[in-house]
């Protein structure tokens, strides 16, 4: 029994029958990604830099969008952007709203990453020496300057570990949106598997493809980056 | 017109007050020493005057500017924009005890960051510039190596060209050697004798008591916040009129005098 089903999942020739179908779907799995991890880092740095701000308001601000969107089962969240956010939005300006899933996934992944990536951003900036803001403000540069010029630059090397790690949760959560109906790869083997009836080798060949490209694209970037990243300590 | 005049500097950091009315002028092309114990308020008193710390009271004015407020026509005073006191710092260079250089770019990149960004020149005018301060600190051939692989010496010395190609009025130094071993102190002493020597106006934190008798042209022993004795290192180190001068100056009997 246990051989048999062993063997079935093993053999992926099914899963390479339906390889077009599945790689389309995996295409959008590289769009939410690519999307909701943009809207991710760029909310995210907005957060964390309301965080570190000398107002007292701005920082509530940024600790109420990191404890609410980091606390958000993305699960959860998904379900609620694409359901519940629409009729609230609806009911309050008196018309039909419905989201596109795309949009809603991107939404929902974006907002819960942003949480992440705010505190990863966070802690990346506020490890930079006062000493080097001082050197740059004694040379006359502006806050601004001194923010994408001497932190961000630093920051981003010193988070690069930790963000990609985060990239690569974000990638595997993106599995998630066949939930709301993007076609996405996971949906593609739900619908195969309806008509075939065959789930072991078309989940195990989806598992393998998720592997493979998520070992490959971090492996790479990380390969990519350590000289650089290392530069800059001891 | 002096360089740079202090005047009633007060520094106040909640319930302590470490500058309590603080006045000095410092000629162009002079070298003025502060000296005195940790705490006296030198380093806080270095910073009220590129405004890394904002004084209490007081001002300070560069070349008869003053750094803190504006006067319009009537001559009411206003607080300068933080824009203007940007301006405003680029004309005091500034080297700390931390070297604080930006370990993401190279010795050179170090140095052209603020011409370029800050006076706006152009790549090729700011490499020129950003050489030959470098050539002056004797570090030509280090110009593509990260502060990572630089000395503590070397990257002190880095940042004393960064300060320089900004072509300041003055430089400021927080206790520039500090955290060097001896022997590397001795090589950025030795730029710094160097800078004095072609008569740029410089303030100096210091604790080197020999460097500071044999290069100022004036030296000031701060205690508690109050300049408690100045005048030619001659006079201070050698007849100091101060009590506190002289228990302090006694400490460094062996490298001073």
């Known amino acids: 029994m246990f051989s048999e089903a062993l063997r079935e999942s093993v053999d992926l020739s099914l899963f390479w029958d339906y390889r077009e179908v599945m790689l389309s779907g995996l295409a959008f799995n590289f769009h939410v990604f690519a999307a909701s991890a943009t809207a991710a880092i760029a909310l995210g740095l907005g957060a964390a830099l309301l965080r570190v701000a000398q107002a007292l308001p701005f920082r509530v601000l940024g600790t109420l969008h990191v404890e609410t969107f980091r606390n958000a089962p993305d699960y959860i969240m998904l379900v609620w952007v694409h359901f519940v956010l629409p009729l609230l939005l609806g009911a309050a300006l008196g018309m039909r709203i419905e989201f596109h899933p795309f949009a809603s996934a991107v939404i929902a992944l974006g907002l819960v990453y942003s949480g992440y990536y705010a505190e990863t951003f966070r802690a990346g900036i506020q490890s930079i020496p006062r000493g080097h803001l001082e050197a740059g403000r004694a040379c006359g540069m502006s806050e601004r300057q001194i923010l994408w010029r001497i932190v961000m630059p630093q920051v981003v090397r010193r988070m690069l570990p930790e963000g990609l790690n985060q990239l690569v949760s974000l990638f595997k959560a993106t599995t998630i949106v066949s939930l709301i109906t993007v076609p996405d790869l996971m949906y593609r083997v739900s619908m195969v598997t309806a008509t075939e009836m065959k789930p072991l080798p078309l989940y195990t060949g989806a598992a393998l493809l998720y592997f493979a490209v998520v070992f490959a694209a971090a492996s790479l970037v990380r390969l990519a980056s350590e000289r650089w990243r290392r530069r800059i300590l001891a | ?223 508690d916040g109050v300049i408690e004795e100045s005048g030619p290192p001659e006079q201070v180190f050698g007849a100091p009129r101060s009590e506190r001068c002289r228990q302090f100056l006694s400490k460094f009997i062996g490298q001073a005098r």
């Open chain 2, 1 to 223: 017109m002096p360089a740079i005049r202090a005047s009633g500097i007060r520094k106040r950091f909640g319930e302590l007050e470490v500058l309590k009315g603080v006045s000095f002028d410092v000629r162009r092309g002079s070298v003025v020493s502060m000296i005195g114990a940790s705490g006296s308020g030198k380093s806080t008193l270095l910073r009220c005057i590129n405004r890394l710390e904002t004084p209490t009271e007081g001002e300070v004015y560069v070349d008869g500017v003053p750094m803190g407020f504006v006067e319009d026509r009537g001559g009411r005073r206003r607080p300068r924009p933080l824009s203007e006191v940007n301006r405003l710092r680029r004309d005091l260079g500034m080297v700390f005890q931390q070297f604080n250089l930006w370990p993401h770019m190279t010795a050179l990149g170090n140095v052209i960051e603020a011409p370029m960004r800050v006076r706006g020149l152009s790549r090729a005018e700011a490499v020129a510039l950003g050489e030959a301060a470098l050539e002056q600190v004797r570090l030509a051939e280090k110009r593509d190596a990260y502060p990572a692989h630089l000395s503590g010496g070397q990257q002190q010395r880095v940042a004393i060209a960064r300060a320089l190609a900004m072509q300041p009025k003055a430089m400021l130094f927080d206790e520039a050697t500090s955290s060097l071993d001896p022997e590397l102190t001795e090589e950025v002493l030795a730029v710094m004798r160097e800078l004095a020597q072609r008569g740029t106006t410089m303030i100096v934190v210091t604790h080197e008591m020999r460097f500071a008798r044999e290069v100022s042209d004036e030296v000031m022993f701060l205690h």
